[in-house]
């Protein structure tokens, strides 16, 4: 079983920026991260949770029409980790972001693992 661990919520005011990371881990001998489309969504209290970005294994990345140009998705193979670089915040990114993993290429059929989740709040 994988977890997937966020961190790097908190509060800003728009036109600033934040960074958001995620560690997965999983104690099965074998766990190869780069195998797992890794992605992150936010969801807005009353609407769907909204995949804004994600990362195949390569490094090759999409990004959702509200966050393009100012969001980065990243990921360290190696350390297990996936980030993510919001840039001109503004109150609408307002929201709980999650990482979110699937097994293959993305975007994934099934994100299987998520994280807790973390908040991020933009005030004007």
């Known amino acids: 079983q994988v977890q997937l661990v966020e961190s790097g919520g908190g509060s800003e005011q728009a036109g600033r920026s934040l960074r958001l990371s995620c560690v997965a881990s999983?104690?099965?001998?074998?766990?190869?991260?780069?195998?797992?489309?890794m992605a992150w969504f936010r969801q807005v209290e009353g609407k769907e949770r909204e995949n804004i970005a994600f990362?195949?294994?390569?490094?090759?990345?999409s990004y959702g029409d509200s966050v393009k140009g100012r969001f980065t998705i990243s990921r360290d193979n190696d350390k297990n980790t996936l980030d993510l670089q919001m840039n001109s915040l503004q109150p609408e990114d307002t929201g709980m972001y999650f990482c979110?993993?699937?097994?293959?290429?993305?975007?994934?059929?099934?994100?299987?693992?998520w994280g807790q989740g973390t908040q991020v709040t933009v005030s004007s």
């Open positions: 990362i195949d294994g390569d490094g090759t990345t």
């Open positions: 979110a993993g699937g097994w293959g290429t993305c975007p994934a059929d099934n994100y299987a693992y």
């Open positions: 999983e104690y099965r001998y074998g766990f190869t991260f780069s195998r797992l489309c």
